[in-house]
């Protein structure tokens, strides 16, 4: 649709035998907060992979600012401004936190600012600028999350795609995390919220989509979407979530 950021349409991946995905249509706006949420294996991270290039999907096309990227490589959308933080951070172990932010600058888009004094501006704005000279495996949990979020910020973004940012996280850390996202989004990047803490999405999310199976079985406001029948069934009825 005109006016979308970022869309997917008729978007389908399977593994094997395995439909994980599809066919589904996504459209994000700019400076939009999206929470996307489902079940464990409903989809969502195939969802990513796909828009984000780490594999293309079987069918469908996605789109970025009205060009097809359906078949570009991940490194080129991220020049377009599309990043994404991982479900499991891995840090570069034995390089420092600031070297870590270093590397992925060989990727960034035209035009965006390079060396480490753009790196120690990110790392400042997540909180690790105090980290930046210790190794990446003496962070802590809250801390690596954040060193996952400030590898995919460096890029300076359109888009952040973060894929269970807080998982593992206590209240008052997912707190931090909600907190730096909201700031993140004051400054114009849209950002999409992959998560099971249904507390954090509901606070965080204009508009939240759900998935089962691959499929979308409810969009709509925090609100709708905490009302929702079928949603209320795949979270507190027969399904098991963790
Ligand atoms: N690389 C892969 N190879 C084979 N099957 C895969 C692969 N990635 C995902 N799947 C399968 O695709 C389905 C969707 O998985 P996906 O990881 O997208 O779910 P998810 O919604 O992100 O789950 P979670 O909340 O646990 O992260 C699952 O059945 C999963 O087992
Ligand atoms: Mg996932």
């Not at 594999?55 to 020049?79: K, M, Q, V, W």
């Amino acid at each position: 649709m005109s006016g979308d950021l970022l869309s997917a349409r008729d978007v389908q991946k399977s593994f094997g035998a395995v439909r994980a995905l599809g066919p589904i249509d996504f459209a994000l706006k700019p400076r939009e907060r999206l929470g996307l949420i489902g079940p464990n294996g409903s989809g969502k991270t195939t969802l990513i992979n796909c828009i984000t290039g780490l594999f293309p999907p079987d069918e469908g096309t996605i789109s970025f600012r009205g060009e097809d990227i359906t078949r570009e490589p991940a490194y080129r959308r991220a020049r377009r401004g599309l990043s994404r933080s991982f479900q499991i951070p891995r840090p570069f172990v034995g390089m420092t936190v600031l070297e870590n932010l270093l590397v992925p600058m060989d990727y960034l888009r035209a035009g965006a600012r390079r060396g480490a004094e753009r790196a120690e501006e990110v790392l400042q704005s997540v909180g690790l600028y105090a980290r930046r000279q210790d190794a990446a495996e003496a962070l802590s949990q809250l801390e690596l999350r954040k060193l996952e979020l400030a590898r995919a910020l460096v890029a300076e973004p359109l888009v952040l795609i973060a894929d269970e940012a807080m998982a593992g996280l206590s209240e008052a850390e997912i707190d931090d995390i909600l907190t730096l996202l909201f700031r993140l989004n004051e400054t114009g990047v849209a950002v999409v919220m992959i998560e099971h803490i249904m507390h954090a999405v509901m606070r965080f999310s204009e508009r939240v989509i759900c998935l089962q199976t691959g499929r979308i079985i409810a969009e709509g406001s925090p609100k709708q979407i905490a009302a929702d029948p079928l949603v209320q069934k795949v979270y507190f009825g027969e399904q098991t979530h963790r």
